[in-house]
Every structure is written in structure tokens, then in C-alpha cells.
């Protein structure tokens, strides 16, 4: 099942980090992903868009290990990571997940939040993964709310704690699993700013998103899924404002008619 | 396994790829079955192979495993067991009952209903904290020595009456965390339907905590098929008391060894359909967590 392709602009000729090949996706006997086939290149921001159980999350989940995949293939860097010999938790150290719900530790404070990975699992002393977490909540607006909890932080707040804890172990590549979506429409832009920011620092993003203005300003390159295929993909002013496939006008005209766009 | 799907999309078959994937996915279950059976069986081995070759095994064997003697005490043990079964399902009920109701009106709001809400928090408090075995003896002895009947009341029904008071203070308890952890907003839910605090408790509420606190009440429930045991210190002759007489009678404790079998051998469906229903609860609450 192929894409439709279209003539690719230079951003695509990187070296690829994340490339997902023919992956299949079932749960139980329903299909969700029918072969689908994306590539992250080194330093791309690439968007998946889509409407609800389109399967982008399930993409980000499969890519990163966190579901088992059905068929198909994931290359990380060139090594197949669906091989059933590859330890999955050392792929998974050279990810970065960011969840809709934060998914932040309750019982543990935002500093303990980012400081578990790099000590628990990449062996960094106490005081290295402090001066760490304190340089990425410098970066992300937190170094007042270290010693907080979870619970004391707005939603906005907790998805850039999240965001933080997920790139301080400096993963290969950022998912980023519609990071806006369950925040109030006023704390949308405190997070989105955050990930354009890392973004234009160069980190390698893979993110699914319901925010096309922000999927045109930053994505590189956005595929659109339906029904678990990618149905067209290309440069962001390519697919966004002039898609050629059916389908993915029919999705943008309900985006601009519901005054999303 | 299946090996095609039919979906909105046709039909899939995996790719080569993914078969010899599985195939890997096989071996190495199957390696890590074999290697599970063998130590598992080395163990048994060792256990077997150790305990038979200690010093005071031959004395141990004739004293507590003596086939004739088993086999003399079983139906007497057995139908002291029936006893127990049939205690056991009484007070089973009761103590659900009893247990609801003191949840429910723990949970209740307002000072009108303090005076209730007092009453069931000392009963929770009291009977929790005395000893079965304490408790026990009080209820056995001293409920008749208030002569409210003219007529013996059977040990069975006041030990019977003595489990039901302690498991329904802890069972109340598991009741209540359940009820806690129903969410709020399901509670303003069912208000905002028009339902009164009775009717959102009763059809909103209350199914949801049932169904969460499961695993813990058949856990409770596993603790309570040995403990109506208990209910031999009155004289009743159940399971635990007809071993008794066998060993005092045949100066052999093999009876003890039947009895001690036959209540493993209740425990063990519960103790599995707790594991059934906790894993069932387990994949409906954390769909997709398979890590």
C-alpha cells in the first residue's frame, strides 16, 4: 500500500533516523494500520495529521515499542528495532515520548521526574542529573516549580515538565502524541512555542497533531493518515493548502470550516 | 494464532519477515517453558530427595502420613467439611449484607445521619480489632449465658454469628475504599440526572465499586473458608474437630494432614478465579498497557 508519492523537496534527502516500513497494526482481529510507511530524517520535524482513529497514536506507540507491531519493520538509525532480539528497553532509552495526558509521576517531584531516566537507566550521578534537569527547566519556564508536584502545576505546565522529562535523557528522536490536546485553549500556546523551540535547536520530531496552523509553521513534512494508511504526504504548503487526493480535501475543508485552519 | 484478518480492508497475510519473527517469538518461549519446567522440577526434586532423608523422616511419615489412617478419618472429616461449606456460604452472605450496609452508611453525608454513621464506626473499630478467637469465645459462652431462649443455641449458629461480626468490619472496609475511589464526577453525574443520593449510590456508585473491589472480597473470601474452621473451639463437629477426635483416637496425626488438604483443596478455585477475575479487571482498566 503506497502513498501517494510526490516529488520531495531537498528537506528529504537527510540521513533518516526513524524509518517505519509496511507497519501493521492489529488489536485483536481490527485493524488499525494497514502498511504504513514513514521516515524521520536527522534534525525533521515530521507532522501526522489525521482525524480521531486515523491511528496516528497507535504509529507513535508501535514506533517507539510501547505496542507490540503486527507486521512490518521500524529502523532506528538503520537497526531494525521490531527484530524480536533487540532489547526493547534499551530502544526505548533512545526515545522521547511525550503523551496527550503528561503521563508525569504523581508521587515525585517535577526535578524527580526528569532526573529518574538519566540516573535510574542511563547511570548519571545525582549532581549530573540535577545540573541537567536544571538547565532544561530553565528551558522550558520550570525552575521555580522544581519542588513541586505534579498536582500543583497548571496543564500547561505539566506538558512542558513532561516535555523536559522526555528530552533529558537526549533521545534520537521526540514523539510527541497530540501534546496539546487535552490542555484549555490558553495553555496551547506555552506548549507549542516549547516544542518550536526544540524544533529549531534541531531535534529530530516525530508528533501527531490536531494543530494545523502549528503542523504548517513547523512540520518539515506531514502525513496525512486515514483509516491507517498514509493517504498523501509532502511539504507542509503542499499538503495543507493544495492536497490532491480526495480525501485529504475533504479532511481540510471540515478543519477550515470548523475554524481550525 | 490467526493468520488472516478480515477488516474494512480485505484480507491480511504476513510477510515472510514477520513469520520467521514469530518463529523467534516460539523458540524462545518454548526455551524459557523448558527452562521453567526444569528448575522447577530440580526444586521438587531437592525438596523431596532432602526431606526424606532427614533424620526423623520414618517417624514423621508413620506419624503423619499413615495411608490406613486417612483413609479410616475421611469420611468423618468429610462431612465435617460439608459443616463448614454450609457455614461457610451463610456467613458468606451475611457478611456481604452486613458489610454493604455498614459501607454505605459510612459513606453518608450530613449530621442528621452522625449518630448512624457513629454507631457503624465503632462497630467497624470494635470488632475489627478483637481477635476471632476472642471473639469467639465471647459470643459462644456469653450470648447463652443470657438466657434468651430456653433452649441450647447451637455453637454452630453463634460461631457462625461471631465470623460474620469480625469479616463484616474488615469487609465494610474494602467496601468503603471501593466506594472512595468511584470518582466524583460520576456522583455528580447520575445528581444531574435528577437521581436522589440513594438511587446514584445504588444503580451508579455501588456497581462500580463491587466490580473494583472484587479481587480483594474473594481474597477475604479465601481467608474466611479456613476460618470458619475456627468454629470447632465451640464444640461444633466440623472438618477441624472430626480431625481432632481422629487423632486423639488413633494417637496418629494423619487427620490433621486430610483435613489440612481438603481445605487447600476448597481454597484452590477461589484462589484461581481471583486470579481470573483480577486479571480480567486488569486488561478492561489498562487498555493498551501491555508493557
Given at each position: 500500500?503506497?502513498?501517494?508519492?510526490?516529488?520531495?523537496?531537498?528537506?528529504?534527502?537527510?540521513?533518516?533516523?526513524?524509518?517505519?516500513?509496511?507497519?501493521?497494526?492489529?488489536?485483536?482481529?481490527?485493524?488499525?494500520?494497514?502498511?504504513?510507511?514513514?521516515?524521520?530524517?536527522?534534525?525533521?520535524?515530521?507532522?501526522?495529521?489525521?482525524?480521531?482513529?486515523?491511528?496516528?497514536?497507535?504509529?507513535?506507540?508501535?514506533?517507539?515499542?510501547?505496542?507490540?507491531?503486527?507486521?512490518?519493520?521500524?529502523?532506528?538509525?538503520?537497526?531494525?528495532?521490531?527484530?524480536?532480539?533487540?532489547?526493547?528497553?534499551?530502544?526505548?532509552?533512545?526515545?522521547?515520548?511525550?503523551?496527550?495526558?503528561?503521563?508525569?509521576?504523581?508521587?515525585?517531584?517535577?526535578?524527580?521526574?526528569?532526573?529518574?531516566?538519566?540516573?535510574?537507566?542511563?547511570g548519571a550521578s545525582v549532581a549530573e542529573a540535577?545540573?541537567?534537569?536544571?538547565?532544561?527547566?530553565?528551558?522550558?519556564?520550570?525552575?521555580?516549580?522544581?519542588?513541586?508536584?505534579?498536582?500543583?502545576?497548571?496543564?500547561?505546565?505539566?506538558?512542558?515538565?513532561?516535555?523536559?522529562?522526555?528530552?533529558?535523557?537526549?533521545?534520537?528522536?521526540?514523539?510527541?502524541?497530540?501534546?496539546?490536546?487535552?490542555?484549555?485553549?490558553?495553555?496551547?500556546?506555552?506548549?507549542?512555542?516549547?516544542?518550536?523551540?526544540?524544533?529549531?535547536?534541531?531535534?529530530?520530531?516525530?508528533?501527531?497533531?490536531?494543530?494545523?496552523?502549528?503542523?504548517?509553521?513547523?512540520?518539515?513534512?506531514?502525513?496525512?493518515?486515514?483509516?491507517?494508511?498514509?493517504?498523501?504526504?509532502?511539504?507542509?504548503?503542499?499538503?495543507?493548502?493544495?492536497?490532491?487526493?480526495?480525501?485529504?480535501?475533504?479532511?481540510?475543508?471540515?478543519?477550515?470550516?470548523?475554524?481550525?485552519? | 494464532m490467526s493468520t488472516a484478518v478480515t477488516g474494512?480492508?480485505?484480507?491480511?497475510?504476513?510477510?515472510?519477515?514477520?513469520?520467521?519473527?514469530?518463529?523467534?517469538?516460539?523458540?524462545?518461549?518454548?526455551?524459557?517453558?523448558?527452562?521453567?519446567?526444569?528448575?522447577?522440577?530440580?526444586?521438587?526434586?531437592?525438596?523431596?530427595?532432602?526431606?526424606?532423608?532427614?533424620?526423623?523422616?520414618?517417624?514423621?511419615?508413620?506419624?503423619?502420613?499413615?495411608?490406613?489412617?486417612?483413609?479410616?478419618?475421611?469420611?468423618?472429616?468429610?462431612?465435617?467439611?460439608?459443616?463448614?461449606?454450609?457455614?461457610?456460604?451463610?456467613?458468606?452472605?451475611?457478611?456481604?449484607?452486613?458489610?454493604?450496609?455498614?459501607?454505605?452508611?459510612?459513606?453518608?453525608?450530613?449530621?442528621?445521619?452522625?449518630?448512624?454513621?457513629?454507631?457503624a464506626t465503632v462497630y467497624v473499630d470494635f470488632?475489627?480489632?478483637?481477635?476471632?478467637?476472642?471473639?469467639?469465645?465471647?459470643?459462644?459462652?456469653?450470648?447463652?449465658?443470657?438466657?434468651?431462649?430456653?433452649?441450647?443455641?447451637?455453637?454452630?449458629?453463634?460461631?457462625?454469628?461471631?465470623?460474620?461480626?469480625?469479616?463484616?468490619?474488615?469487609?465494610?472496609?474494602?467496601?468503603?475504599?471501593?466506594?472512595?475511589?468511584?470518582?466524583?464526577?460520576?456522583?455528580?453525574?447520575?445528581?444531574?440526572?435528577?437521581?436522589?443520593?440513594?438511587?446514584?449510590?445504588?444503580?451508579?456508585?455501588?456497581?462500580?465499586?463491587?466490580?473494583?473491589?472484587?479481587?480483594?472480597?474473594?481474597?477475604?473470601?479465601?481467608?474466611?473458608?479456613?476460618?470458619?474452621?475456627?468454629?470447632?473451639?465451640?464444640?461444633?463437629?466440623?472438618?477441624?474437630?472430626?480431625?481432632?477426635?481422629?487423632?486423639?483416637?488413633?494417637?496418629?496425626?494423619?487427620?490433621?494432614?486430610?483435613?489440612?488438604?481438603?481445605?487447600?483443596?476448597?481454597?484452590?478455585?477461589?484462589?484461581?478465579?481471583?486470579?481470573?477475575?483480577?486479571?480480567?479487571?486488569?486488561?478492561?482498566?489498562?487498555?493498551?498497557?501491555?508493557?
Open positions: 500500500m503506497s502513498a501517494l508519492s510526490l516529488p520531495q523537496g531537498p528537506t528529504r534527502d537527510r540521513d533518516v533516523v526513524l524509518d517505519v516500513r509496511g507497519l501493521v497494526k492489529h488489536y485483536d482481529d481490527t485493524p488499525v494500520l494497514h502498511g504504513v510507511d514513514v521516515t524521520v530524517g536527522e534534525h525533521e520535524v515530521v507532522a501526522l495529521i489525521g482525524s480521531s482513529g486515523s491511528g496516528k497514536s497507535t504509529l507513535l506507540r508501535c514506533a517507539a515499542l510501547l505496542e507490540p507491531i503486527t507486521d512490518g519493520q521500524v529502523l532506528l538509525d538503520g537497526q531494525d528495532i521490531s527484530d524480536p532480539t533487540v532489547d526493547a528497553d534499551t530502544v526505548r532509552s533512545r526515545f522521547g515520548v511525550v503523551f496527550q495526558g503528561f503521563n508525569l509521576f504523581p508521587h515525585m517531584t517535577v526535578r524527580q521526574n526528569i532526573t529518574l531516566a538519566p540516573r535510574v537507566v542511563h540535577d545540573a541537567r534537569a536544571e538547565e532544561l527547566l530553565t528551558r522550558v519556564g520550570l525552575l521555580d516549580k522544581a519542588d513541586a508536584y505534579p498536582d500543583r502545576l497548571s496543564g500547561g505546565q505539566q506538558q512542558r515538565a513532561a516535555i523536559a522529562r522526555a528530552i533529558a535523557v537526549e533521545p534520537r528522536v521526540l514523539l510527541l502524541d497530540e501534546v496539546t490536546s487535552a490542555l484549555d485553549p490558553e495553555l496551547v500556546g506555552e506548549v507549542l512555542a516549547l516544542v518550536r523551540e526544540l524544533a529549531q535547536d534541531g531535534l529530530t520530531i516525530l508528533m501527531a497533531t490536531h494543530e494545523m496552523g502549528f503542523a504548517r509553521r513547523v512540520a518539515d513534512h506531514v502525513c496525512f493518515l486515514d483509516q491507517g494508511r498514509v493517504c498523501e504526504e509532502g511539504p507542509p504548503e503542499q499538503v495543507l493548502a493544495d492536497p490532491v487526493v480526495p480525501r485529504t480535501q475533504q479532511f481540510l475543508r471540515r478543519i477550515i470550516d470548523a475554524g481550525r485552519l | 474494512s480492508a480485505g484480507t491480511y497475510r504476513p510477510t515472510p519477515l514477520e513469520l520467521e519473527r514469530r518463529g523467534v517469538r516460539a523458540r524462545r518461549s518454548r526455551r524459557s517453558t523448558l527452562t521453567a519446567l526444569g528448575s522447577t522440577l530440580a526444586f521438587a526434586v531437592l525438596l523431596y530427595v532432602s526431606v526424606t532423608n532427614a533424620p526423623g523422616w520414618p517417624r514423621v511419615q508413620e506419624s503423619f502420613f499413615d495411608p490406613d489412617v486417612a483413609w479410616e478419618y475421611l469420611p468423618d472429616i468429610l462431612r465435617g467439611l460439608w459443616l463448614n461449606l454450609r457455614v461457610l456460604a451463610v456467613a458468606a452472605v451475611l457478611t456481604v449484607v452486613v458489610a454493604l450496609l455498614l459501607a454505605v452508611v459510612r459513606t453518608l453525608r450530613g449530621p442528621v445521619w452522625l449518630p448512624l454513621r457513629l454507631v470488632f475489627r480489632g478483637v481477635p476471632l478467637i476472642v471473639l469467639l469465645y465471647l459470643v459462644g459462652f456469653g450470648v447463652p449465658a443470657l438466657r434468651f431462649t430456653d433452649g441450647r443455641i447451637s455453637s454452630v449458629v453463634l460461631g457462625t454469628a461471631a465470623i460474620v461480626l469480625t469479616y463484616s468490619a474488615y469487609v465494610s472496609e474494602v467496601f468503603r475504599a471501593g466506594i472512595d475511589t468511584v470518582h466524583p464526577s460520576q456522583r455528580l453525574g447520575a445528581r444531574s440526572l435528577g437521581l436522589s443520593y440513594a438511587q446514584s449510590m445504588r444503580l451508579v456508585v455501588l456497581p462500580q465499586a463491587v466490580r473494583r473491589v472484587t479481587p480483594p472480597l474473594l481474597n477475604d473470601f479465601v481467608a474466611m473458608q479456613k476460618d470458619v474452621g475456627l468454629i470447632s473451639l465451640l464444640g461444633a463437629v466440623d472438618a477441624v474437630r472430626a480431625a481432632q477426635i481422629g487423632a486423639l483416637e488413633s494417637f496418629n496425626f494423619t487427620p490433621y494432614v486430610v483435613a489440612a488438604l481438603l481445605f487447600v483443596a476448597l481454597s484452590v478455585p477461589t484462589a484461581r478465579l481471583a486470579d481470573w477475575v483480577t486479571a480480567r479487571a486488569a486488561r478492561r482498566e489498562q487498555a493498551g498497557g501491555v508493557l
